[in-house]
């Protein structure tokens, strides 16, 4: 093999002068300079890649022990691991001798004008994680926020999917239910049902409360803890008004609802109780 000698001599013979001597130098001297600082910037990036894979899984492991969101899961997850991501390859390139400082202020100018364009979808992303860390509602709940109402199918770091009684989809931006209030009607075991009856005043009052009081008892999907209530309530224009009241569990709600005010309609009649509907008597006096 030739030397860099040889290669000179070469060149003579050729009539070309050719000096390998000192490009040769050059070559030695930038790979000696520089091969291990780049050996050392993938061994950096490598090692700092498997350690940031590592403490991804250990993070999402123990969040999902602590019955985490999925969605909370994910996102924790991919946060942490790009943002060890980027301090690795910063170090990386530091290691070769490039000057980082001029990168950082590229991209702190560049995150600035993200943030400013994207201000309301990372709105959303941080609703997200409020819904997601302080819980008021999770997947399979019955809520009204946002401007709907309805089961709860998804949580996302953007939206939350909410499907209504008629079996419709309402995606409703995050931010939009953290911004208001949320009611959450399964957060609790029970609930109760209310409905506003009226009778006749010629009506017995007593009897009506024992006939509402005996739909209650007879329904399969009330509960006795708390005690029902039938109570007067209010001396309407046509009628003595009640509130009928009773407790059931949350996931029976909607079809004791409907059950219960259809038997006090049937329980009143076959009491012969009449419902009246509101009336007008005019009176005409007849002049001379």
Known sequence: MADATDINQMGENLGVSLDVNKYYDLAIQYGAEYGLKIIGAIIIFYVGKMVANGLRTLIE???????????????????????????????????????????????????????????????????????????????????????????????????TTISPVDNRMIIVPNSAITAGNITNFSSKAVRRVDHAVGIGYEEDIKKAKEVMYGVIEKSKHTISDPEPLVAVTDLGDSSVNFTVRAWVNSADYWTAYFEIIEEVKYALDEAGISIPFPQMDVHMDKGE
Do not use: C, W
């Open 61 to 159: 492991k123990a969040l999902k022990h602590q019955n985490v969101e999925v969605t909370l899961i994910e996102f924790a997850g991919s946060a942490i691991y790009y943002g060890l991501m980027a301090v690795v390859l910063l170090a990386a390139i530091s290691n070769i001798g490039i000057q980082t400082t001029s990168f950082m202020a590229i991209l702190g100018a560049a995150g600035l004008a993200i943030g400013l364009a994207l201000k309301d979808t990372l709105s959303n992303i941080g609703s997200a994680v409020v819904i997601l860390v302080f819980r008021p509602f999770k997947v399979g709940d019955y809520i009204n926020a946002g401007g709907a109402e309805g089961v709860v199918d998804r949580i996302s770091l953007f939206t």
